[in-house]
């Protein structure tokens, strides 16, 4: 092993920061550049001001390390893809810009399909996928961390430039489609290191001393072969001779065996996720290659928005003293999933405040943990005191309510199930009299302007809440009388009045919080203001009743009822760190019982409970699935099982690949699952048949991702392709997904086509 003697002192740090903006300022220039209203040079100078202002605040924060690179015009992969030079041929030869390439790559242009997007791990970010072949040839095309360095540098704020590591970016990418069979990205392994060594040699020459490597994908369960190739490429990289210091990083869970990889790797640093890879610490005693580097210990929650306890960091961080030659304190994970600033919250209950921390604050922890670990206890006292205060405070503050508590104890199994399918069927087709294969959609009609015209001049006071009232109920019975034109059988009150199917149920219930500005980027220029949760949860009054009931009066066919599963809350929420997560979901399981309750006796015969987050938030190990699969199994049985036999109990889930959960969405013993499966052309029907799988489901015969318009030829054609699998009685016909984000130009005609399909099939059996 090659040891460094003249290896710079790291530094307390982040892994990386926001980037759309405290005031999503990124946002508004990109979507003006898209929009012809800003040239670059114009989205390049709110670029530079956002990075000039994230790098002096951290440094004045008093961080010993500042990253750099962690900005983006879209995201960290398409940048690799692009530094790298490993975008799909059809992105090259055009007289496109550099960056209107780019843009295409993100976004689609005119023939061209975007590159695809995908969830990035267990979290509600979603990044480009990049699409590699034997001929992809990698070669140092862009000098984006080497300018971003400069310009720090040049502010007096030497950075450490973040790279995603050329391990997991190969694992996220996949192979094109007209690759051969069997190609493997990790084939171009040496091929990308060869880029990063040129980059890093750069980098050293203009006097970066650290560089930092993600690694992320080594949070999942990984093949021998690829911590091999984990081993070959930090043995590369620490070998190189001219290279700043290296840090490599993990997060979003414990590197387990590849911590050892990396331990015995020749680099100077490793970072630990301490938070959500706290496993790692077992053991980590007997680790020797530890020894000689230093080891950033991510004692910060980058993922959540509470505030550290400082005493239980500070003894994580003791039990690295003496295993690493040096500790310093970071942040579990980059910053990107949490809200910049809490200071911006100006209606903040303040018991409340004191418990929380954005990434601002979170800096501010960084800071202070890592000068109490240096034993500058002095200077540190007063706000160590004042921070384990807040703790205290915060393990009394959770509001604990003793009735929901006493209800969830007094449940049996018997809360759990429902009659047996075939009972429940009968008395279903008795009550409903539908037809073979039965249309219907997912719930949300498009949102025109007028939708979110009502919703902005309500929260603006331009008009009033009974104003708003008819507003909505004008919308709800439009699209009921469409869809009795249209023929639809089972009918939805199309969501008019959700701004989003999350933040909704949080505005309806106790120990929810929403924020005012704690947006948080999802992808692209696409930010989400996901709602906290900071104590038990209730539902004061019924929630969706009246917007169902009052559809429901307008048409003799059946309406269903729309609620969000508790899964699917918690995912797309900052969950409590108090309890375990299947408390608080079957919290909001209760809250949902009692809304199915309500809906029935308004006289809704069907209600839809969905998860779309069902899968996201499977755990990365294998290890792990189990437990979260029992919890998120019977948090949806406990909000769906006290439902009458004859009341129908839809789910809707929001992918295809079905693989892992499979097992689990069978369990949830939904009377009708809807799937995602236009795009894979009806694949998880043979999946669903594998496990013998015996209850309603609707797979999706209209993509309604793509602006295109199928025609009655098309639906037919996968209307066909399901009855290969599922008879007529039990098969649905509907979209992918809710309708929300197409117009109406493109909805009608897509949902008569497939209306007529069906009635064709049907007259055909
Ligand atoms: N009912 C929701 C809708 O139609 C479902 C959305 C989703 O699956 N993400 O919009
Ligand atoms: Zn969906």
């Not at 399909?113 to 699409?131: C, G, R, S």
């Not at 307008?554 to 699917?568: A, S, Y």
């Not at 755990?619 to 199994?633: C, F, S």
């Not at 889930?653 to 892992?660: A, I, K, M």
Request: hydrophobic share 40%; charged share 25%.
């Amino acid at each position: 092993m090659t040891h460094r003697t003249d290896v710079p002192a790291l530094g307390a740090t982040v892994l990386g920061y926001p980037r759309i903006g405290p005031d999503r300022e990124l946002k508004r220039a990109l979507e003006a550049y898209w929009a012809g209203r800003i040239d670059a040079d114009a989205l390049h100078s709110v670029a530079v001001s956002l990075r000039a202002d994230t790098w002096t605040a951290l440094r004045d924060a008093g961080l010993g390390s500042v990253p750099s690179n962690t900005f983006s015009y879209y995201d960290q992969v398409l940048d690799t893809a692009v530094l790298l030079d490993m975008l799909p041929a059809r992105f090259r030869d055009s007289d496109r810009t550099p960056l209107d390439t780019y843009f295409a790559a993100a976004r689609g242009a005119d023939q061209l399909a975007p590159l695809e997007l995908t969830k990035w791990f267990d979290t509600n970010y979603h990044y480009l996928v990049p699409e590699l072949g034997p001929d992809t040839d990698p070669r140092l095309a862009s000098r984006k961390p080497v300018e971003e360095f400069v310009e720090s540098a040049e502010l007096g704020v030497p950075t450490r430039p973040v790279l995603l590591g050329p391990v997991t970016f190969l694992l996220l990418s996949k192979p094109a489609a007209e690759a051969p069979a069997g190609f493997d990205p990790l084939e171009k392994l040496d091929a990308v290191i060869d880029c990063y060594l040129e980059l890093l040699a750069e980098l050293a020459e203009t006097g970066a001393h650290w560089v930092q490597f993600d690694e992320p994908a080594f949070a999942a369960d990984r093949t021998p072969a690829e911590l091999r190739a984990l081993a070959h490429a930090y043995r590369r990289i620490g070998e190189a001779r001219q290279r700043p210091s290296t840090l490599v990083a993990c997060y979003h869970g414990a590197l387990g065996a590849a911590l050892e990889v990396l331990a015995e790797a020749p680099i100077e640093a490793v970072g630990l996720d301490l938070v959500a890879g706290r496993a790692d610490l077992d053991g980590i005693a007997s680790i020797r290659g530890l020894r000689d580097k230093t080891v950033l210990a991510g004692v910060v929650d980058g993922r959540n928005i509470w505030r550290t306890d400082v005493d239980a960091a500070l003894a994580y961080c003791a039990t690295l003293l003496g295993v690493a030659g040096e500790v310093v304190v970071g942040t579990s994970a980059p910053l990107l999933h949490v809200p910049y600033d809490l200071d911006a919250e100006s209606d903040l209950d303040p018991a409340l405040r004191s418990r929380l921390a954005f990434a601002s604050q979170k800096v501010d922890e960084v800071v202070l943990l890592d000068r109490a670990l240096r034993g500058e206890t002095e200077t540190v006292a007063e706000a160590l005191h004042e921070a384990r205060r807040a703790v205290g405070n915060a393990r009394n503050a959770a509001a604990r309510d003793q009735r929901i508590r006493a209800r969830l104890e007094s449940l049996r199994p018997e809360h759990r199930k429902r009659a047996d399918y075939a009972e429940r069927a009968t008395s279903q087709a008795e009550r409903l009299g539908l037809p073979a294969l039965a249309t219907t959609t997912i719930g949300s009609f498009p949102q025109t302007t007028s939708v979110r015209r009502a919703r902005a001049d309500l929260r603006a006071g331009r008009i009033d809440e009974s104003e708003y009232q008819d507003r909505m109920r004008a919308e709800i019975s439009d699209v009921i009388a469409l869809q009795e034109d249209i023929g639809l059988d089972v009918l939805v009150h199309g969501e008019p009045e959700r701004n989003d199917m999350v933040q909704y149920f949080a505005e309806h219930l106790i120990g929810f919080l929403s924020t005012e500005h704690g947006w948080v980027q999802s992808y692209g220029s696409r930010c989400v203001r996901p709602p906290i949760i900071h104590g038990d949860v209730s539902r004061p009054t019924p929630m969706t009743v009246e917007w169902s009931s009052y559809a429901q009066s307008l048409t003799e066919r059946p309406v269903k009822g729309m609620l969000t599963g508790p899964v699917t809350i918690l995912a797309w929420s900052f969950v409590r760190d108090d309890q375990p997560l299947g408390d608080t979901a079957r919290q909001v399981a209760l809250a949902l019982r009692d809304e199915i309750h309500d809906l029935e006796r308004a006289g809704l015969r069907i209600v839809q409970v969905d998860e779309p987050a069902l899968r996201e938030l499977l755990p990365l190990r294998e290890a792990d699935r189990a437990a979260y699969l029992d919890w998120a199994v019977d948090s949806f049985r406990l909000a769906t099982s006290g439902a009458a036999d004859s009341t129908q109990i839809h789910t809707h889930l929001c992918y295809s690949e079905f693989g892992d959960v499979i097992d689990a969405i069978d369990a949830l013993d939904a009377d009708v699952t809807t799937i995602e499966a236009a795009r894979s052309r009806m694949e998880v029907l043979a999946d669903l048949q594998k496990i013998g799988y015996r209850r309603g489901v609707g797979p999706g015969v209209y993509d309604i991702h793509s602006p295109r318009v199928p025609d009655e030829a098309e639906v037919t054609g996968l209307v066909a392709a399901a009855l290969e699998a599922v008879p007529a009685d039990r098969l649905w016909v509907n979209p992918d997904c809710g309708l929300k984000t197409r117009g109406y130009r493109e909805v009608e005609p897509a949902l008569r086509a497939m209306v007529a399909a069906a009635r064709s099939r049907r007259a055909a059996l």
